[in-house]
């Protein structure tokens, strides 16, 4: 899904732990994504994985998604409020 917005983006595989820093995806921009499959979504706690700089733009994002359920994508809220402006903004352009 993520190779629709950016076709460089790749999984980090999980024997480089050492350099993940809690992010499975790479060149993905300054979204640093921690993805978790589980028979129910994960807990919300496991954003807390993502190691990354928060004052140089970087922005952790937990997708999870459970058996028969739709991905989810989680994100500090300051940044969903953004992007939710921006998407209105764009709305109202098209009118």
Request: charged share 30%; glycine share 6%.
């Amino acid at each position: 899904m993520f190779r629709e917005i950016f076709p460089g983006a790749r999984r980090l595989l999980e024997y480089h732990a050492e350099d993940a820093k809690g992010v499975d995806l790479l060149n993905v921009g300054r979204w640093k994504v921690q993805c978790k499959k589980l028979k129910a979504y994960a807990p919300l706690s496991r954003i807390g994985e993502v190691q990354c700089d928060r004052k140089a733009g970087d922005v952790p994002v937990l997708v999870t998604a459970g058996d028969n359920l739709e991905p989810l994508a989680c994100l500090p809220l300051s940044v969903f409020l953004e992007l939710a402006a921006l998407a209105e903004e764009k709305a109202d352009a098209a009118w």
